[in-house]
């Protein structure tokens, strides 16, 4: 399984390897399976941008990454908090699939999804969405109105129902990592993201936790990033997963075309609309007022693209901003 390993070259031949763990400054890096009793290899990260999941040449001293390959997807995400400057966060690099999961016993949260979405379709990553703890729903209803309820938002991506404890599903997920594919997991904290990995590779990997009896929120038992092999079966389906630590908030840092792709259906209808640059406030003739005044869009579905839209702008506006500072200093250095 760990073909991908030895074929990611370095562009000066170099050997490299996988960025599996971040620890303060420091890379744990692979170039073998864990089993395969090649050792990992730890090495600073100075003035190297790294994320897990990213294929680095380290230094000829052993010392620290050299060379980070160019990426070929990322799921990144705001860092700063409100009142700081915008910081990208890098979650995990060079992934192929994007599980976003919910859990089921949770009243759906159709809010924090979209921005999951777009954050994920901005990645270059393939979206699906897994709704978890299947075993403790017991009412049949319920359980496909919640379905329904995310599903709403999430139209195109593929939707998995799911027991980690129990196993339902769990076949179809592990196909997404056939052929030595990456598949990231995000979503809250409790939801079940190590649950699911340790129950795909089969053993006891990631320590999982309890979760609150009132709101079933986790207690952030994922602390790292983690990259884990996943091993292959009779169905021949090794290939890599990303763990990640539930987060509360999910903040937009796009820059791509995630809006567009998550809200797909209003921008297919903005397509009617009689003004191109349509705000679908006020103006005439417009499909995506149309659709919500008839039913079939729901109100807070366009108020949350609005928002999200806006919230983007904000984002570049503020880099813009900052470019400009950074550019003005630039020029004042060149003049001693
Ligand atoms: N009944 C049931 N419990 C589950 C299932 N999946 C996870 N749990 C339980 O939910 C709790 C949290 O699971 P974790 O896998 O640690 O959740 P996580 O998403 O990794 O959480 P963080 O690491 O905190 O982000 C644990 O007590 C699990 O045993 C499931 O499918 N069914
Ligand atoms: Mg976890
Ligand atoms: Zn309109």
Not at 277 to 301: I, Q
Request: net charge neutral; proline share 5%; charged share 30%.
């Amino acid at each position: 399984m760990w073909d991908s390993l030895e074929h990611a070259g370095s562009p000066d031949g170099r050997r490299a390897g996988r960025v599996a763990r971040l620890d303060r400054g420091w890379s744990t890096i692979w170039y073998g399976a864990p089993d395969s009793g090649v050792a990992p290899v730890r090495a600073r990260n100075i003035g190297a941008e790294v994320a897990v999941g990213d294929w680095v040449v380290v230094s000829d001293d052993g010392e620290r990454v050299d060379v980070v390959l160019p990426r070929q997807s990322a799921f990144m995400r705001r860092a700063s908090f409100e009142g700081q400057r915008a910081e990208a966060h890098t979650i995990a690099a060079n992934i192929d699939v994007v599980f976003l999961l919910h859990a089921l016993v949770s009243p759906p949260n159709q809010r924090r999804l979209e921005r999951e979405l777009v954050l994920a379709f901005d990645s270059g990553a393939q979206p699906v969405l897994v709704l978890t703890k299947l075993d403790l729903m017991d009412d049949p209803d319920e359980t496909v109105r919640r379905v329904a309820t995310l599903e709403a938002v999430a139209p195109g991506v593929p939707v998995h129902v799911v027991s980690g404890v129990r196993g339902d599903g769990l076949d179809d997920l592990r196909r997404y990592a056939r052929g030595y594919r990456s598949v990231a997991l995000l979503g809250a904290s409790g939801v079940g993201k190590s649950t699911i990995v340790n129950a795909l590779v089969g053993g006891q990997v990631q320590s999982t936790g309890v979760v609150r009896e009132g709101d079933q929120r986790g207690r952030h038992t994922t602390t790292a990033v983690q990259l884990v092999a996943l091993p292959s079966d009779p169905v021949g389906a090794e290939g890599w997963l990303i763990d990640t630590p539930g987060v509360r908030a999910v903040s937009l840092w796009s820059s791509g075309t995630g809006i567009e792709r998550a809200f797909a259906d209003v921008f297919a209808l903005s397509e009617s609309c009689r003004f191109r640059d349509c705000k679908h406030e006020e103006e005439p003739d417009c499909a995506v007022s149309l659709a919500v005044r008839e039913g079939s869009l729901d109100p807070r579905r366009l108020d949350s693209m609005k928002r999200l839209v806006a919230e983007e702008a904000a984002l570049e506006e503020e880099q813009k901003a900052r470019l400009k500072v950074e550019d003005r200093r630039g020029f004042r250095k060149r003049k001693p």
